[in-house]
Every structure is written in structure tokens, then in C-alpha cells.
């Protein structure tokens, strides 16, 4: 089991949906972040909350909208998604962002949503 | 610029083998990172090792080992006696300065008995 939670495991939606993706940690992390991954590549990174505000938006469209309603939590509202946007939707947290400090400790990775769009 | 390379994208072995999966980075920075990650079939990224910059002792947990060498920015992951259930993508990734992780593309391992 891992310490980072997500859910739904799995997704099926339409174009024309609405839903949302949620991420939960309990270890007291105050970085949360949002990957999207397609089969046979790396992680690539969407989003990144620091302190519950958004640090970093790697110019993912707007048809992915991430909340963190509090230091625990990180959604990924999803409106309007292409084909193309089927992938393994990953969350992670860590202790802090940057990597500058003497004893950064690494990011935690969920089990991912397994996203598929029609 | 931050960079992490996997120049091995699939290695297959039989059952106690032993296999080294090859990464190698470049930063400018000083102060950096290295992680290996395991992603099995399920999705799930875990956690293998965190590595620092000062720290190049080489470690071993039960049949891993790693061995850090900043002369050639190498930081090497060994399987020894492998095993099915080390059949998985392996990701070694860079942390430094103000930059976001940055993973390498990854290395394909398949254990076979």
C-alpha cells in the first residue's frame, strides 16, 4: 500500500464529461504534485502546489484544472478531454519542493488513475 | 539544463542473473539528487533509493546495489541474482537547485524463468 492515495484507479469518460481525480496523503508533505505519463515514456510533469498554492503549471491546457483544497488533498478537475489525453495520471508529494536543501527527501508516488477518454 | 540518460531501453535476463541498469546526468549545480524509481506492470512509481551529491558512498540493500561515481556522473543500479517479480520499468531521476524532477526515459527489465 502506498501512503499517497488516489482515486479512481480507473476512468472512462467522454469528451463532453466532467470529472475529477483526487489525491490524498497523510504524511504531512507540503508539495503535491500532478503527472500525466503515456505508456513506455517517463513522468511528465503538469502541476506543482507548494503550501497549498500553485508553483508550477507546465503549460497543461486548460482543460485540466487542479485544486488543493487543503494541504492533504489535490484534485484534478477534467472538462472537455481529447483522445490524446488518455494516460496514467500520477500524484506524488514530498516534504518540499526544491532540491537545494541538506536532507531532501524524495517524492512519494500513488498508484496512479488509469484514464481512458472516448 | 538538467539531463538523465538511459541509454538501455529493454534488457531481458533469465532468473539469477545479474543485471546493472546504467544512468548517467549532467547539471550544473553542485548540490543535486539522484533517485532510482521501480514502476511494475501496476502503475505504481516506488521508491528505490535517494542519493546526494556529497555522498558518494555505494550502497546495498539485499540484492540491490548502486554505485554513485561523480567522475563520470554515473549512478548505476545492480540486481543481483534477479529474480521475475524484478521485471518492471526502472526510472533514475535528478533533483537540484530550483528545478522540477527530471526523469530519464527508462529501462525496460524483463526476468524470465
New interface residues.
Partial sequence: DTEVTQTPKHLVMGMTNKKSLKCEQHMGHRAMYWYKQKAKKPPELMFVYSYEKLSINESVPSRFSPECPNSSLLNLHLHALQPEDSALYLCASSQDQFGNRDSYQPQHFGDGTRLSIL | AQKVTQAQTEISVVEKEDVTLDCVYETRDT???L?W?KQPP??????LI?R?SFDEQNEISGRYSWNFQKSTSSFNFTITASQVVDSAVY?CAL???????T????T?LLVSP
Fill in positions: 548540490t543535486y539528487y533517485f524509481y501496476s502503475g505504481e512509481l516506488v521508491f535517494r546526494n526510472f533533483l537540484s537547485g530550483y528545478s522540477t524532477l526523469f530519464g526515459k527508462g525496460m
